[in-house]
T-cell receptor
Framework: AQKITQTQPGMFVQEKEAVTLDCTYD???????LFWYKQPSSGEMIFLIY??????QNATEGRYSLNFQKARKSANLVISASQLGDSAMYFC??????????FGKGTRLSVIA | GAVVSQHPSRVICKSGTSVKIECRSL??????MFWYRQFPKQSLMLMAT?????????EQGVEKDKFLINHASLTLSTLTVTSAHPEDSSFYIC????????????FGPGTRLTVL
């Protein structure tokens, strides 16, 4: 079975600073992908970034980057130059066998002015 | 990116009534759509996989007779909560897959159901 672990229920970061949100995963698949989604208070799920298990370079999308360490089975999200609008829930997810996405419990990020 | 809509965004109903939620892929065809449920301050939990032209596949513990799913076309899937009860109050969110590797999904904006 696939499993995602996000150990930080909540995080605070000062505006303009960088923050790392942790994610570890467990899978028996040789090939897989990891996703990060942002969920603001409105509830919509916003896709942020994706990392394929065979991608040699860490994924980057604007201010988002993924610190992918395959041997440690971790895929931490790094948000640089935090903005007030980054305050939201963040979910790490992995395709899970016969289920399309398995989500972690999420991390609530609060950006402080 | 691909756009998925959901309707209604918010619904309040009386206990015992049925509620239908629509999920549409606006600019692409989706052979597979997914329905998730999210309770307050919790993660998303997959309820069922909706396949166009065939029966939905339900996750363990999800009552298929209570949560009716119909995927009548390549752009529309509906979730009907039958005989709703207060414990069914939740945030329901759908997603649609473009197919391809790693099951990339695009999410609708969600429907907040409150059963009185």
């Amino acid at each position: 079975a696939q499993k995602i672990t996000q150990t930080q229920p909540g995080m605070f970061v000062q505006e303009k600073e960088a923050v790392t949100l942790d994610c570890t995963y467990d899978t028996s698949d040789q090939s897989y992908g990891l996703f990060w989604y942002k969920q603001p208070s409105s509830g919509e799920m916003i896709f942020l970034i994706y990392q394929g298990s065979y991608d040699e370079q860490n994924a980057t999308e604007g201010r988002y980057s993924l610190n992918f360490q395959k041997a440690r089975k971790s895929a931490n999200l790094v948000i640089s130059a935090s903005q007030l609008g980054d305050s939201a829930m963040y979910f790490c997810a992995i395709p899970g066998g016969n289920t399309p996405l398995v989500f972690g419990k999420g991390t609530r990020l609060s950006v402080i002015a | 990116g691909a756009v998925v809509s959901q309707h209604p965004s918010r619904v309040i109903c009386k206990s015992g009534t049925s509620v239908k939620i629509e999920c549409r892929s606006l600019d692409f065809q989706a052979t597979t759509m997914f329905w998730y449920r999210q309770f307050p301050k919790q993660s998303l939990m997959l309820m069922a996989t909706s396949n166009e032209g065939s029966k939905a596949t339900y996750e363990q513990g999800v009552e298929k007779d209570k949560f009716l799913i119909n995927h009548a076309s390549l752009t529309l899937s509906t979730l009907t909560v039958t005989s709703a009860h207060p414990e069914d109050s939740s945030f329901y969110i759908c997603s649609a897959s473009l197919g391809g590797s790693y099951n990339e999904q695009f999410f609708g904006p969600g429907t907040r159901l409150t059963v009185l």
